[in-house]
């Protein structure tokens, strides 16, 4: 991952409902909820969420499909495993053996 493709991730985690939004689609797994799912979970009304899963979605975290009339939401592994990788590479000054289970948590998802 670009250093400029981490901070654009990183960016559109800073924000408090992008960030719920995120948690609640990582803890959901690869099936993912639709928009009007999360909007009620998370007590947001639709366009603003909109706009917050739009973000999300640009910066590779979120991956969406549409069945019928509904857009499902879910976490794009990938992308959250080049941030993770991103963040750990260079962890314990080469050693990652010494990072616990923190290296281990970006291949959580495999």
Do not use: N
Not at 7 to 31: C, D, M, W, Y
Not at 53 to 60: F, P, S, T, Y
């Amino acid at each position: 991952m670009e250093t400029k493709d981490a901070i654009i991730a990183l960016a559109a985690l800073a924000q408090e409902t992008r960030l719920q939004v995120f948690r609640l689609l990582v803890k959901q797994g690869p099936s993912g909820l639709s928009a009007g799912d999360i909007a009620e979970r998370l007590s947001v009304s639709p366009p603003t969420l909109s706009s917050h899963l739009g973000q999300l979605d640009r910066a590779g975290l979120l991956r969406s499909w549409r069945v019928e009339r509904r857009i499902f939401y879910a976490v794009e592994v990938e992308g959250t495993r080049r941030l993770l990788r991103y963040l750990t590479d260079d962890c314990c000054q080469g050693h990652p053996e010494l990072c616990g289970g923190l290296v281990a948590a970006s291949t959580v998802c495999e």
